[in-house]
């Protein structure tokens, strides 16, 4: 029996288990956010609050996981037609002492016409990562309604998928990596990697639609660094279809679920993603799909973000900038590693320096709420709470908490340990992955590395990146490894003030450093 006869998945990979990842945008607290930029309701949040999170196409949970230790109010469940997955997301959370998270096997095509529909909860969220673009139109459909039967009303969906137009030139390309995978008879990784190569080869060969172009550059780049497993998910599946964000609305609709804003925050200020002659053309719509199609046109945007409510609730300006003062912000990362400009479409964005300066100086200190900050009095102006969320949540700069950490709980110490023992490998610590956090609800984005060295700081008496460094970089030759130690000691010096502000690692540990 060859490979893809194998294969149950109706053309998604199957052979070859997804990895591991956590995606910020899929957290409610951020998705709250974005639905206040959108001008529209978002969630009751906050410490103590119950909510049902609803994860579809969950894969091995490790996002629904930290979810769910950083939340144990919540209710969290994962769904996913992947044995292997489902058993990986119930035996992390058996070890790990999660009992607020449940894992269903199903698949989305048929879920809702069994009685496996019952044991899905009503939903205040559901997301899924991933999964829209990448599977058939029964599963579609499928999803569509499970959402309008799950999802409570005032409830808020996420969906993130390829998007057209920004995919279109790379529809050749993974047209032919797939076919030529596909002509081996082996597992989908190596099926990618072969299918790769011969992109490689006729990009070489100057083919009319693949060279020179930025698509295929950045595959060839990505498949350099990134693990084949990662690549056979992205290219090596039948269904594989961008789509049009209108496309995406007028299947939602049939949920009842109205499009309100990107996830990918930044992308809500037109300003930071258009030019001004582009602008001029979009202020002549203020229907938001037409809009979103403009901006479609104009953004290299090939992954969208998209957050639906279930029955929107639109906020006057006051009512929105009230919400948006409630919530509170934790700083990623230090004062003076604080990036003060960067690159968005429209050009180069930079921070108000009289107006951030006070506002990161005392986050530095503390998690604060949105108002706070703004009624520090050395602050040239006391308006405008959006824009403090959205360039510092939107720059991943900061993070949206719930409270401030609270007492160290000890499964959130044992879910980190547990998760750097399943999931660090030599070849993965840029993945992204997130830390748990006791009292704050928000699990702290961050490479596998982070991962691995918090861990080992709440085993270790005292610190030792030469023997992590000598661990992580077995096989590796010399200078290899004494460059992960000297990564190691600079990751302990700039990062653990920010954990301890964030829940993740309490003072008994960091006495130590
Ligand atoms: C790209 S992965 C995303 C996994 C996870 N959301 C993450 O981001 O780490 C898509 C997931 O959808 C699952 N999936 C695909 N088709 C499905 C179906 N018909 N029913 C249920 N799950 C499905 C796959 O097994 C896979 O775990």
Request: with cysteine.
């Amino acid at each position: 029996m060859s490979a893809s006869e194998s294969r149950w998945g109706g053309g998604y990979v199957t052979d070859v288990p997804y990895l591991p990842g956590y995606y910020r945008h899929q957290s409610p607290l951020h998705l709250h956010l974005a639905c206040l930029l959108g001008g529209v309701a978002g969630l009751d949040l906050g410490p103590g609050s119950p909510l049902s999170y609803l994860e579809l196409g969950c894969g091995h949970g490790f996002g629904a996981l930290a979810l769910a230790v950083c939340n144990p109010c919540w209710r969290v469940t994962g769904i996913d037609f992947n044995p292997a997955h489902i058993a990986a997301a119930r035996a992390l959370a058996a070890e790990a002492g999660i009992n607020n998270a449940r894992f269903i096997e199903a698949d989305l095509a048929m879920l809702m016409d069994g009685p496996v529909a019952r044991e899905v909860p009503e939903a205040d969220v559901a997301t899924a990562h991933g999964l829209w673009s990448w599977v058939t139109d029964p599963v579609r459909a499928g999803v569509v309604r499970l959402l309008a039967t799950k999802v409570r009303p005032g409830g808020v969906v996420q969906l993130s998928y390829n998007a057209l137009p920004g995919w279109q030139g790379a529809l050749g390309m993974q047209r032919l990596l797939r076919e030529a995978g596909e002509r081996l008879a082996a597992r989908s990784d190596r099926q990618a990697e072969v299918g790769i190569e011969v992109v490689r080869a006729l990009a070489d060969a100057k083919a009319h639609h693949l060279s020179g172009l930025p698509f295929v550059e950045s595959l060839l780049e990505h498949a350099r660094h990134c693990q084949t497993t990662y690549l056979a998910h992205e290219y090596m599946i039948e269904a594989w279809r961008p789509c049009f964000h209108a496309d995406v609305v007028a299947a939602m609709a049939e949920a009842k679920l109205d499009w309100v804003a990107s996830a990918h925050l930044i992308e809500n200020f037109s300003s930071l993603m258009l030019g001004e002659e582009a602008r001029t053309v979009l202020a002549r719509f203020d229907d938001p799909v037409m809009r979103e199609l403009v901006k479609d046109m104009c953004l290299p945007r090939s992954l969208r973000q998209d957050v639906f409510v279930r029955g929107a609730h639109h906020l006057s300006p006051t009512e929105r900038d009230d919400a948006l003062g409630k919530v509170m912000l934790g700083l990623l990362c230090s004062e003076e590693r604080l990036a003060w400009e960067f690159e968005v479409p429209s050009g180069r964005a930079a921070l108000e320096q009289g107006f951030f300066g006070p506002i990161v100086a005392s986050l530095e200190q503390h998690p604060r709420l949105v108002s706070d900050l703004l009624a520090l009095p050395d602050l040239p102006r006391h308006d405008n709470p959006g824009e403090i969320v959205g360039m510092l949540v939107g720059t991943d700069q900061a993070l949206p908490i719930l409270a401030a950490p609270g007492q160290p709980d000890p499964r959130v110490a044992r879910f980190n340990r547990l998760a750097a023992q399943r999931f660090v490998r030599q070849g993965n610590l840029n993945t992204g992955m997130a830390l748990a956090a006791s009292g704050t609800g928000a699990p702290v984005p961050c490479p596998m590395l982070d991962l691995f060295v918090v861990a080992r700081l709440q085993e270790a008496q005292a610190p030792d990146p030469a023997a992590w460094a000598a661990k992580l970089g077995t096989g590796q030759p010399e200078a290899e490894r004494e460059r992960l130690r000297a990564f190691i000691e600079r990751l302990i010096a700039e990062r653990a003030p920010i954990w301890q502000r964030l829940g993740v690692l309490d003072a008994g540990c960091l006495s130590a450093l």
